[in-house]
T-cell receptor
Framework: EAGVAQSPRYKIIEKRQSVAFWCNPI?????LYWYQQILGQGPKLLIQ????????DSQLPKDRFSAERLKGVDSTLKIQPAKLEDSAVYLC?????????????FGAGSRLTVL | GNSVTQMEGPVTLSEEAFLTINCTYT??????LFWYVQYPGEGLQLLLK?????DKGSNKGFEATYRKETTSFHLEKGSVQVSDSAVYFC????????????FGQGTRLTINP
């Protein structure tokens, strides 16, 4: 099966600019996650969708970050305006319902550098 | 809150050496536990998992046992290869609320020939 697709793979912007990342999960996976991985740290969950509804966004900096999942499939994560500390790899993951819900499949990530 | 603590890296070993990467957790109840691996230039991949106390997860020669007494899930391999060089992440799946996956900080492993 095709994996989780993310784009762009790399993005360099200046602070206060905006950026958007796109994710296409594995077909049929109901749950979609966006994680932020800062260099030298483990991934941190930003937002979790179940179909097109938000399940958890408690660690999403809502003053600058937004995310949506249209029609319960693709998702977009936006940062506006970006800060230096937003430099990180943004990981998208998905998981199915039922017994497989425990296992997340990750995309390769989108590396953001804010100058 | 729930958290995962991993042994600090980086870890450098020679090929065929024995590997242990320590992982301990703090959590409400008995969460599922995981090891994920990130090879250079690739995304995170599930390496192994355990869903209840005393379960042993295994894959590709790696093993980890869910120890509720010591709240640990240490990763071990008897004989490492150069191809095992990667960053290893221990994680738990919360049993409450959104049941999110919480990661440790990662341990970079380098195997020299």
């Amino acid at each position: 099966e095709a994996g989780v697709a993310q784009s762009p793979r790399y993005k360099i912007i200046e602070k206060r600019q905006s950026v958007a990342f796109w994710c296409n999960p594995i077909s049929g996976h109901a749950t979609l996650y966006w994680y932020q991985q800062i260099l030298g740290q483990g991934p941190k969950l930003l937002i979790q969708f179940q179909n097109n509804g938000v399940v958890d966004d408690s660690q999403l900096p809502k003053d600058r970050f937004s995310a949506e999942r249209l029609k319960g499939v693709d998702s977009t994560l936006k940062i506006q305006p970006a800060k230096l500390e937003d430099s990180a790899v943004y990981l998208c993951a998905s998981s199915p319902r039922g017994t497989g819900a425990n296992v997340l499949t990750f995309g390769a990530g989108s590396r953001l550098t804010v100058l | 809150g729930n958290s995962v603590t991993q042994m600090e890296g980086p870890v450098t070993l020679s090929e065929e050496a024995f590997l242990t990467i320590n992982c301990t957790y703090t959590a409400t109840g008995y969460p599922s536990l995981f090891w994920y691996v990130q090879y250079p230039g690739e995304g995170l991949q599930l390496l192994l998992k355990a869903t209840k106390a005393d379960d042993k997860g295994s894959n590709k020669g790696f093993e980890a046992t869910y120890r509720k007494e010591t709240t640990s899930f240490h990763l071990e391999k008897g004989s490492v290869q150069v191809s095992d060089s990667a960053v290893y992440f221990c994680a738990l799946r919360e049993i409450q609320g959104a049941q999110k996956l919480v990661f440790g900080q990662g341990t970079r492993l380098t195997i020299n020939p």
